[in-house]
């Protein structure tokens, strides 16, 4: 009490404004909802772009081992290898660019989702049967057997992926929000205030 009196007599003002101006001052200083979510989308993108970028590259210009790699799993048929080797190195490489140059990123996002969850399945059922192969992840050759590391690796991309996805859609304008400043034209009319003394007119 004597505190608060030696402050008021001092600057006049009561100390609950001090606290509620520098609580304000606070809330300035720390970084919103929406620049917390873009700086995780932005580190999100840009990590998996990159990722997808350099593990497509070598799959791109062998082909063939990757398609070794792929047999490996003894999860498809020989056309459906053929198929996966030849079209998921480049929706790979696609996935990356997008994600890098923030183009379609929502696709992006999901697509990574869906490499995500396979990648998370072939190897667990790889690693359930003791299959002693290639995981053919980053490099067309032998080199990098399957282990629990590359399972925990898929199972990070697809929830960081899940996680950015939610991040892009919370960032969305809600389109079925009315833009702040903007009011309906009969909602307008509606709250003009009427002039003291005259009755409102009736609408038709």
């Known amino acids: 009490m004597r505190l608060g009196r030696l402050l008021r007599s001092s600057t006049g003002v009561p100390p609950v404004i001090h606290g509620l101006e520098a609580h304000a001052t606070m809330r300035r200083l720390l970084p919103s909802r929406d620049a917390m979510l873009s700086a995780f989308v932005l580190v999100v993108r840009l990590g998996l772009g990159f990722i997808f970028i350099v593990s497509?590259?070598?799959?791109?210009?062998?082909?063939?081992a990757f398609l070794g790699s792929v047999y490996g799993y003894e999860l498809v048929g020989p056309q459906m290898g053929v198929l996966?080797?030849?079209v998921l190195p480049w929706v790979e490489l696609f996935t990356g660019v997008c994600l890098v140059g923030g183009v379609f990123v929502g696709g992006?996002?999901?697509?990574?989702?869906?490499?995500g969850a396979m990648f998370t399945f072939v190897l667990a059922s790889a690693l359930w049967r003791h299959l002693?192969?290639?995981c053919g992840c980053f490099s067309s050759s032998a080199a990098g057997k399957i282990s629990y590391v590359?399972?925990?690796r898929a199972i990070v991309i697809l929830?960081?992926?899940?996680?950015?996805?939610?991040?892009?859609?919370?960032?969305?304008?809600?389109q079925w929000q009315t833009p702040a400043g903007l009011v309906p034209e009969p909602e307008r009319e509606r709250r003009q205030p009427q002039p003291a003394g005259e009755p409102a007119l009736a609408r038709e």
């Open 56 to 64: 497509s590259v070598p799959k791109i210009r062998q082909p063939f």
């Open 159 to 174: 929830l960081v992926s899940m996680a950015a996805y939610a991040g892009v859609i919370l960032l969305q304008p809600k």
């Open 108 to 115: 992006a996002l999901l697509a990574s989702m869906g490499m």
């Open 84 to 86: 996966v080797a030849m």
């Open 132 to 134: 002693d192969i290639s």
């Open 150 to 152: 590359t399972l925990i």
